[in-house]
């Protein structure tokens, strides 16, 4: 390429493959380092001199200066005296020419993976969400946040200051079998006890998100024969881990006080609960059933998961007591996640238990991950710190017990042949259709209009016979959208029903 080529060129250059939410100055980097590293600039000419290249893209003079600066300090330039600038030739010297593809394998050449395959994880029933669902103008999608109430600035605050040079030297090391310290502590002081949870530095995990929390423990404890209680319907990433390790799962039945403690426990060596919102049905196990569930596990030698994913949001009165709160014999293992607090992206969970079992959970982990990244750790320790974290939930439960109402109150309106369990806390409503209902035609006919919902029966272990439930998730979608796209819903339920059944679904019109 001749450095001294035209203005346009450059210009095309530096529009092309940018990232836009850069500065001019990263942008001009940016570019500058991807024709380096891609061996399209030579050596032995000069890049454009800052003054012509401010003039060429229309930047002032300095955001080049010290953008080329940057990249000579870093060896990616090199200046000359009386000659400009130059690509460092060091650079040049380590460029490799992309190699061409490899010669397609023939059929004989290649391992029957199948064969290999311990299970097949991709042909699970798993909850699945749309990638481009913000695109959607209706989304009652679970499990994801509102954009508008993320603390962007206060967050954004606590990266900075993590990035100092005094916190550098805390997160940057490799942490083998610890978690960052102020993390912990922020969690046994400041989340925990919320529950009535208390715990020892050495009765507490850091996991990537609840989800490895699960897998770890099965991992763990959970061997081919091992009988472990599940609840029907139930969470199917919960059900899909223990059934990747145990051919052994005990289903559970559910109502609506939460999971029935009957015979089918007691050949159980493990049962995980949802106790505080059912998973999928929201409901929350009665204080009677939590203590007969404790008697049970005491009387039969069995161990209680208790997954206490979204305890943080009750709608009305005071939540009840954790089964961890509740525990003498030291025989509930407890989940948690930040996911639902803060956002799920920021992958942060936590496993409270026995020392014993702690300890050997986190040299689990150190076989998988080593540990949560410790920089996403600091963050959030001095975030929770700094009091955001508690300002954030309340900000949050205001405003999810606002949506609530408005779905409960367009479900009356618009659906009342549905059944739903009134939400009493978390982010969603399961609802229950008509014998008649396909959830699944329901869903595409509504995506149509703009609106998404879930699928009830993957919850289910029989799913055949559970077609006509679906979830309304609430967290994410626009308050002023909730009456709007249940109105559709409405609209999808109607066009759907046969001739004699449409009474279920009120008649409304789209543009009123």
Known sequence: MNSRSSGIMWRQLFLRGVDSGLSLQGQIRQMMVSLVLDGQ?????PIPSSRDMAMILGVARNTVVIAYQNLVDEGYLVSRERRGYFVNPMMLSGHVPVPPPPAALSQGDAPDWERRFRFTPSRQRNIRKRANWRSYPY????????ADLFPIAAWRDCCLRTLSALEVGEWAQDMILRDDESLIKQLRSRVLPRRGVWAGEDEVVLTVGAQQALYLIADLLVGPDTPVGIEDPGYPDARNIFASR???????????????????LHGCDYVYVTPSY????TVSMS????????????????VIIEDDYESEYRLDGEPLPSLKSMDTSGR????????????????????????ALIEQLRAVRRLSIRHPTAYMQRVFALFMSLGHLDALLRRRAAV??????????????????????????????WVEGPAWLDAAELAAHA??????IELGEVFFADDKANKRFFRLGFASIPMSHIEPGIVRLAQALHDIAPVQQRVLARPVFLDQ
């Not at 600039?41 to 000419?45: H, I, V, W």
């Open 332 to 355: 509930v293992i407890y989940i948690g996640s930040f996911s639902k607090q803060l956002a799920p992206g920021v992958r942060l969970g936590y496993v409270v238990g026995g020392a």
């Open 246 to 264: 145990s051919d052994n799962l005990v289903l559970l039945p559910v109502d609506e006080d939460g999971l029935i403690p009957d015979q089918a």
């Open 41 to 45: 600039l030579p050596e032995d000419l």
């Open 447 to 452: 995506e149509r209009l703009g609106v998404l």
């Open 139 to 146: 989304p009652f999608i679970y499990g994801q946040f509102d």
């Open 287 to 302: 204080l009677e059933r939590r203590r007969e569930l404790l008697r049970m596990a005491d009387e039969f030698d069995f």
């Open 278 to 281: 059912q998973c999928p049905t």
């Open 400 to 429: 999810q017990q606002e949506r609530a109402v408005i779905l409960m109150s367009a479900l009356d309106r618009y659906l009342p042949g549905l059944r739903y369990a009134p939400i009493r806390g978390g982010a969603s409503c």
